[in-house]
Each structure stands twice: as structure tokens, then as C-alpha cells.
């Protein structure tokens, strides 16, 4: 593909850094926005400083913010709109600002693209489909949500759910949309503090010298996706040429529980670590096994890394 003009929204988080800094390597001129929620300066500290790469802190419901990332590039040819709340913590402490800020992101970044005539990649979620009667999870599946007067859960599911139809609408109207839903992406700078994910948790447990935490029994399962793979799943999923449908399931399909999970973390521990059980948060999915057919089929994509090889990688890189 040739140079393209592109906005990160999220930009300095887990994985939209990852994803600037491979843009970047490919000679697209990229702008990271990002509120520095939970992203990081220190995430871009590779290609900070490269001719081809700018971050501007600003907040992605903002339209100067948006403008102005926009005017920086000279136009706009692509947003991968990455943006959000994420971390589970966070979707029963803060559902208001979960919901604000996905949602009206989701609305602000498409309202951009259609402006600028831009190809719209939106970062969904496996929690758009709220709690799916089965698995895997195939597009066309229902997506099924429980009342929430139950629990808080689904601010951050029902804002996926709420970005796929607005994308889905706007690409209706004409505009040039791909979904992308990774499942448990993973890596290095994987969020570990309590509003974090359970592998960088799991493994800052293990830099504590504390034990880990399983919630519940730790039968439900997850499929956890090498941070890399997931990358070329959204570059991908953002190259291919237009067809119907293109919304992509980017998850590896080795499904481990969370209780195995641990036990193979705990093995990295130096000092020990055990392995103990605690409450988990209500409303958490039981499994979240994705297809992949459509991006095997239309993205030649398939996870390459596989978990034991992801967790040794991650470990050997937070402790050197
Ligand atoms: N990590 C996963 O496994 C996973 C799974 C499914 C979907 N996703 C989606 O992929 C995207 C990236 O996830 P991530 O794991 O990198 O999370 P992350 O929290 O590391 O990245 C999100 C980024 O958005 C920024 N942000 C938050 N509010 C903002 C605002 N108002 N304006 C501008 N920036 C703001 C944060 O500071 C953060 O850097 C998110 O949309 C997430 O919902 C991630």
C-alpha cells in the first residue's frame, strides 16, 4: 500500500502503539492521538522523534482535537479508531465515562472519516456480543445482553455493540468501514495494575512476589492472542480491498482457563507464587472462543504465536 495518512486514535495505549509503530516502520505518516487515559509516552518511545510520526494528546470525542491531528497530516486517509475504555475494573466503577467516552468517540471518529472520505477501521470486541448462547464466536451470532440492573458489565460491551451499528450504518451511507474484534490480546505493555487485563496482571503479581488470583473456580476460559498477531490482524483487516462483510474475529484459537492459565504463570515465579482463589466480578463471560474463518479467508490471517511462546517472550522482556 502506498504512503497513507493515517490517525491512531488510542494511539499510546497497548495496542494502538504497537500498531503506530508498525504503520510508522511501513512509511505511512501517522498521528497518535490519545487522552493519556491509560496510555503511555513511554509506549511510543521507538518512533517518537521519526519525521513520519507525531503524538498529540487530546481527547477523541473533541472535534479541534480531531481537526487538528487531521491538519497536522495535511488530510486524512485512513483512522483506526482504537480509543476507548478498556479494563474490566473500570466498566463497574465508571460505566458513565465507559459509555461517554466509546460511544461518543465512536460517533466523533466516524463523523471524521465521512468528512474526509477516510477508510474507517473501528477496534471492536468480543463483549459486543454481550453473553453469546454459543461458541465459537461466529459474526452473525446474536448478540444478547442481561438487564442491567444486574451488574455494569455491558457499558463497555453495549458501546462495542453501539460502535458496530454506527459503523455498520455509516457504511451503508457509503463510507469504507472494517470491524476488527480482538480477543485478549496480550504483550508487554499489557495494562497490570487493578484495572488491567489477567496476563499483565498475572505476571505483576509475579514482579511483586505475591500470589495470583484467580476468580471464582477459574474454569471459564479465554483464547489469548500474541500482541504481533493481533497487529497484523488490524493492518490486514485495514489493507485488504473492499468486500461485503468485512468485519474480522482476530483471536488465537488456543483456549486455555483461566486457572491452567495461572498455573503457567505462577511457573515464572522466582520467589513461588501460589495460586489462590477470590471473588470475580459479576456478569464476567464464561468462555470467548473465536471464528476466524472470514479473516483466514478474506486476510490470510491466523494467530502465529502461540501462547507458551507468548508468555516467555513477555516475560523475557519485563525482566531485562
Ligand atoms: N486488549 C484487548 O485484548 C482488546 C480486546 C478487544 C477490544 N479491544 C479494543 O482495542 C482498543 C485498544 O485496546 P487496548 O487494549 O490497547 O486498550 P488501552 O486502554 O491500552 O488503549 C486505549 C487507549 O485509549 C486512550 N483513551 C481513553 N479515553 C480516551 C479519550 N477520551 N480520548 C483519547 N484517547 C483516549 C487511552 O489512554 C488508551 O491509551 C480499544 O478500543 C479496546 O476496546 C482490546
Same mark, same amino acid.
Given at each position: 500500500?502506498?504512503?497513507?495518512?493515517?490517525?491512531?486514535?488510542?494511539?499510546?495505549?497497548?495496542?494502538?502503539?504497537?500498531?503506530?509503530?508498525?504503520?510508522?516502520?511501513?512509511?505511512?505518516?501517522?498521528?497518535?492521538?490519545?487522552?493519556?487515559?491509560?496510555?503511555?509516552?513511554?509506549?511510543?518511545?521507538?518512533?517518537?522523534?521519526?519525521?513520519?510520526?507525531?503524538?498529540?494528546?487530546?481527547?477523541?470525542?473533541?472535534?479541534?482535537?480531531?481537526?487538528?491531528?487531521?491538519?497536522?497530516?495535511?488530510?486524512?486517509?485512513?483512522?483506526?479508531?482504537?480509543?476507548?475504555?478498556?479494563?474490566?475494573?473500570?466498566?463497574?466503577?465508571?460505566?458513565?465515562?465507559?459509555?461517554?467516552?466509546?460511544?461518543?468517540?465512536?460517533?466523533?471518529?466516524?463523523?471524521?472519516?465521512?468528512? =474526509?472520505?477516510?477508510?474507517?477501521?473501528?477496534?471492536?470486541?468480543?463483549?459486543?456480543?454481550?453473553?453469546?448462547?454459543?461458541?465459537?464466536?461466529?459474526?452473525?451470532?446474536?448478540?444478547?445482553?442481561?438487564?442491567?440492573?444486574?451488574?455494569?458489565?455491558?457499558?463497555?460491551?453495549?458501546?462495542?455493540?453501539?460502535?458496530?451499528?454506527?459503523?455498520?450504518?455509516?457504511?451503508?451511507?457509503?463510507?469504507?468501514?472494517?470491524?476488527?474484534?480482538?480477543?485478549?490480546?496480550?504483550?508487554?505493555?499489557?495494562?497490570?495494575?487493578?484495572?488491567?487485563?489477567?496476563?499483565?496482571?498475572?505476571?505483576? =503479581?509475579?514482579?511483586?512476589?505475591?500470589?495470583?488470583?484467580?476468580?471464582?473456580?477459574?474454569?471459564?476460559?479465554?483464547?489469548?492472542?500474541?500482541?504481533?498477531?493481533?497487529?497484523?490482524?488490524?493492518?490486514?483487516?485495514?489493507?485488504? =480491498?473492499?468486500?461485503?462483510?468485512?468485519?474480522?474475529?482476530?483471536?488465537?484459537?488456543?483456549?486455555?482457563?483461566?486457572?491452567?492459565?495461572?498455573?503457567?504463570?505462577?511457573?515464572?515465579?522466582?520467589?513461588?507464587?501460589?495460586?489462590?482463589?477470590?471473588?470475580?466480578?459479576?456478569?464476567?463471560?464464561?468462555?470467548?472462543?473465536?471464528?476466524?474463518?472470514?479473516?483466514?479467508?478474506?486476510?490470510?490471517?491466523?494467530?502465529?504465536?502461540?501462547?507458551?511462546?507468548?508468555?516467555?517472550?513477555?516475560?523475557?522482556?519485563?525482566?531485562?
Amino acid at each position: 500500500m502506498s504512503a497513507q495518512r493515517i490517525l491512531v486514535t488510542g494511539g499510546a495505549g497497548f495496542i494502538g502503539s504497537s500498531l503506530c509503530e508498525r504503520l510508522v516502520q511501513q512509511g505511512h505518516s501517522v498521528v497518535a492521538l490519545d487522552s493519556m487515559f491509560r496510555g503511555d509516552e513511554a509506549n511510543l518511545d521507538g518512533i517518537i522523534g521519526e519525521e513520519n510520526f507525531s503524538l498529540y494528546a487530546g481527547d477523541v470525542r473533541d472535534v479541534d482535537d480531531l481537526d487538528a491531528c487531521v491538519e497536522a497530516m495535511g488530510g486524512l486517509d485512513i483512522i483506526y479508531h482504537l480509543a476507548a475504555i478498556n479494563g474490566t475494573k473500570w466498566f463497574h466503577e465508571a460505566a458513565h465515562s465507559v459509555i461517554d467516552v466509546n460511544i461518543n468517540g465512536t460517533l466523533r471518529t466516524l463523523e471524521l472519516a465521512m468528512a =474526509n472520505d477516510a477508510r474507517y477501521i473501528f477496534a471492536s470486541s468480543p463483549e459486543a456480543f454481550g453473553e453469546p448462547d454459543s461458541q465459537p464466536i461466529t459474526d452473525g451470532d446474536k448478540m444478547i445482553f442481561s438487564n442491567p440492573a444486574q451488574h455494569q458489565r455491558h457499558s463497555y460491551g453495549g458501546s462495542k455493540y453501539l460502535g458496530e451499528v454506527a459503523s455498520q450504518h455509516a457504511a451503508r451511507e457509503g463510507l469504507d468501514v472494517r470491524i476488527v474484534r480482538p480477543f485478549n490480546a496480550y504483550g508487554p505493555r499489557l495494562c497490570g495494575d487493578d484495572y488491567g487485563q489477567v496476563i499483565g496482571i498475572f505476571f505483576q =503479581n509475579i514482579l511483586e512476589g505475591a500470589d495470583l488470583t484467580v476468580h471464582g473456580n477459574g474454569s471459564q476460559t479465554r483464547s489469548f492472542t500474541w500482541i504481533d498477531d493481533v497487529v497484523d490482524g488490524f493492518v490486514n483487516a485495514g489493507e485488504v =480491498n473492499s468486500s461485503p462483510n468485512m468485519v474480522f474475529n482476530i483471536g488465537s484459537t488456543e483456549e486455555i482457563s483461566i486457572l491452567d492459565l495461572a498455573a503457567k504463570i505462577a511457573k515464572f515465579s522466582p520467589s513461588g507464587a501460589e495460586v489462590v482463589h477470590g471473588e470475580g466480578y459479576f456478569g464476567d463471560s464464561n468462555r470467548r472462543l473465536p471464528d476466524i474463518s472470514r479473516a483466514v479467508e478474506l486476510l490470510n490471517w491466523h494467530s502465529k504465536v502461540s501462547l507458551d511462546d507468548g508468555l516467555q517472550l513477555m516475560w523475557d522482556v519485563l525482566t531485562t
